[in-house]
């Protein structure tokens, strides 16, 4: 739905209500609560008359505008409002913050609303959080540093800093650095790797490093000047003949304009040939599921079921005297990656294919794994996964803020879930340099295939009726926080 026919479709909602503020005001106001009294008081403000029309609605103050439309959104999108009984009316929310710790965020009631709501990933995002939430949910990491990734399977913080990727036109290429390298000494300081990552951190523009590196046999020293860097989110690293593919996270635009999806089939088409490759998808929290289901496509025949989707959903209907009333439906549809169309099958289909996954693989990662464990039996190696089967539309506000909303729930192709249990490994390994050790001996060999399924305990990060977490500050805005299963949904015509 385009963000013309969203936003009049809102209004249009909107006008109902207004309709029956207009109907009360007639009456007795103690009828009423706090959010009608508002809505009636700055209509007179402005000298309005009831109903609004839209260009009216958008004369009353922003704040109004704001929860009116943000509180609609859940009306209409949020799965659990109505399913649940989550969701109550515009005044158990609305002039509730004063007192909280709400009373001192822009916007405090509207943050106060979304966070009655039992799921945790259904958050409002004051305007103030507009652009750093766009670069999370549209970009891979960027800023000023070494366009290097150290090793963290084999080395621990305090042990050799060696280089496990180095970033295509990245400093670290730029000046002469190579995957494997191991970095001795930065500005004359033996390195470890928690060293190098302290460094990098308070790293800016143009600064100058003397590396030296030991690469095989010989000692070199180069010096690499900080920059601009943009994370890629794919990596490939091989033992022997089998490669190992490492997805971080799964995003819009990475160091290709593609995003994590063009990376894939880069990294697929760099390891062509393959008998088996390991798919490591730990410590990965999620991300675009445009993205995640065509990847998973890849890894499977032409038009294979990925599995089900059960949204929240808009329909419409008319009266005897053609008046239109908008109501949330739930639907069950049937999920596949629409690169379907365009291929006879994914590249590595017929690849003999391993996971690795902990209790940091999370949302997308977990559909990728379902999808494809599901339909071919590929073996699952770590730990329990985060079990966050649920997806989120992410709407910029009237405001210039967003709402992130969980519209939808993931079911296996045999209509199964993992959500609030997780996904269990064939192969428990609790250390992600043991798990990457198991994971290349089954490769290796070729032959085991999946047995495990879900969990069957809650995984804990998920209240069955409201939050139980304490108070936490949406200005402190991390990736890990805030990423998931997600679409974006443009639509507000005054939003960004």
Do not use: W
């Not at 409002?124 to 000023?144: A, I, K, M, Q, W």
């Not at 033996?190 to 523009?205: G, M, Q, V, W």
């Amino acid at each position: 739905m385009n963000k013309t026919k969203v936003i009049f479709l809102l209004l249009s909602i909107f006008s109902l209500f207004l309709i029956s503020c207009t109907a009360t005001s007639a009456g007795n106001d103690d009828e009423d609560g706090p959010f009608e009294d508002a809505i009636r008081e700055a209509a007179r403000e402005k000298g309005l008359q009831l109903p609004l029309s839209e260009d009216d609605f958008e004369k009353l103050p922003l704040e109004l505008q704001e929860f009116e439309l943000t509180y609609e959104l859940l009306d209409m999108y949020y799965l659990y409002g109505h399913m649940k009984d989550e969701l109550g009316s515009r005044n158990d929310y609305y002039a509730k913050a004063k007192g909280t710790p709400y009373e001192a965020l822009p916007y405090g009631d509207i943050y106060y609303m979304f966070d009655q709501m039992s799921c945790p990933f259904t958050n409002y995002f004051d305007p103030s959080l507009y652009d750093r939430l766009t670069d999370l949910l549209y970009y891979s990491e960027y800023g000023v540093g070494f366009g290097f990734r150290l090793d963290t399977i084999e080395h621990t913080p305090n042990e050799s800093a060696v280089i496990s990727n180095v970033y295509p036109d990245g400093p670290a290429q730029k000046a002469g650095l190579m995957d494997g390298d191991i970095i001795v000494s930065v500005n004359n300081i033996d390195a470890t790797r928690e060293y190098i990552e302290h460094l990098e951190e308070s790293s800016k523009n143009g600064d100058t490093y003397e590396f030296v590196i030991e690469r095989g046999s010989e000692i070199d020293t180069v010096y690499l000047v900080a920059g601009q860097t943009q994370a890629p989110t794919v990596f490939v690293n091989y033992r022997g003949d089998i490669p190992m593919i490492t997805i971080t996270e799964f995003t819009d635009t990475t160091i290709m304009n593609s995003g994590t999806y063009g990376e894939f089939k880069e990294a697929l088409q760099q390891t062509e040939g393959a008998k088996a490759t390991i798919i490591n998808l730990a410590d990965n929290g999620g991300g675009s599921v445009d993205h995640c289901e065509s990847m998973a496509a890849e890894l499977l025949p032409k038009e294979t079921l990925l599995g089900y989707t059960i949204s929240a959903e808009i329909d419409s209907s008319k009266d005897m005297v053609g008046n239109v009333f908008y109501e949330q439906i739930i639907d069950t549809s049937k999920m596949y990656a629409s690169t379907y169309e365009k291929t006879e099958g994914g590249s590595a289909k017929d690849r003999y294919i391993v996971f690795i996954e902990n209790g940091n693989s999370a949302s997308c990662a977990e559909l990728m794994i379902a999808a494809v464990t599901n339909a071919r039996n590929a073996p699952v190696v770590g730990t329990r996964s985060f079990g966050k089967g649920i997806g989120q539309f992410y709407i910029p506000t009237i405001a210039g803020g967003y709402a992130g909303i969980t519209n939808v729930q993931f079911l296996d192709k045999n209509k199964n879930t993992y959500h609030a249990y997780g996904i269990e490994p064939d192969v428990i390994k609790t250390n992600l340099k043991d798990a990457v050790d198991a994971a290349f001996e089954i490769a290796k060999e070729g032959t085991m295939v999946r047995t495990a399924g879900y969990s069957d305990t809650p995984s804990g990060h998920f209240a069955l009726t409201r939050r139980t977490a304490t108070f936490k500050d949406p200005r402190n805005l991390t990736r890990r926080d805030y990423f998931g299963a997600f679409r974006i949904k443009k639509h507000p015509k005054h939003s960004k």
